[in-house]
């Protein structure tokens, strides 16, 4: 699972916490985000409670910026609009969240998110 060789992007703990936070307040849910963990995770690359207790992935430090970022999104969204909720308006948020801002990843979609998001 773990890339033989680290990406050049790779990046510190402290650094995926505050970019969690900093989607946070972008998505408005500053205030329901309790907390941010990030541990080894097998089969997710985050989860986040209903108590706003956000679980990242250490994996998540060794993917690119795009990635982290559709992570990130999905979970908050969640937080916003409620847990294992996958309709179209979470999806259409999450899109629009995402394609706010990096405008030169346009269509980095990893089929993989899926499956380890929840
Ligand atoms: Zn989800």
């Known amino acids: 699972m773990m890339q033989p060789s680290p990406l ?7 650094l995926l916490i505050a970019e969690a936070y900093t989607w946070a ?13 990030v541990r080894p995770m097998r089969r997710k690359w985050a989860s986040i409670s209903t108590r706003g207790r956000l679980t ?8 690119p910026a795009a ?3 559709e992570v990130l999104v ?3 969204v969640h937080l916003k609009l409620g847990h294992g909720l996958h309709n179209a308006l979470f999806y259409a948020l ?8 990096g405008q030169d990843t346009k269509e980095k979609h990893p089929t993989l998110a899926l499956n380890r998001n929840h």
């Open 8 to 14: 050049a992007e790779a990046i510190t703990r402290d």
């Open 25 to 37: 307040r972008r998505i408005g849910v500053a205030d329901r985000l309790q907390e941010v963990h």
């Open 56 to 63: 990242l992935s250490s994996d998540l430090l060794r993917q």
């Open 67 to 69: 990635f982290r970022r």
């Open 74 to 76: 999905h979970e908050l």
């Open 94 to 101: 999450v899109r629009a969240y995402c394609s706010s801002e």
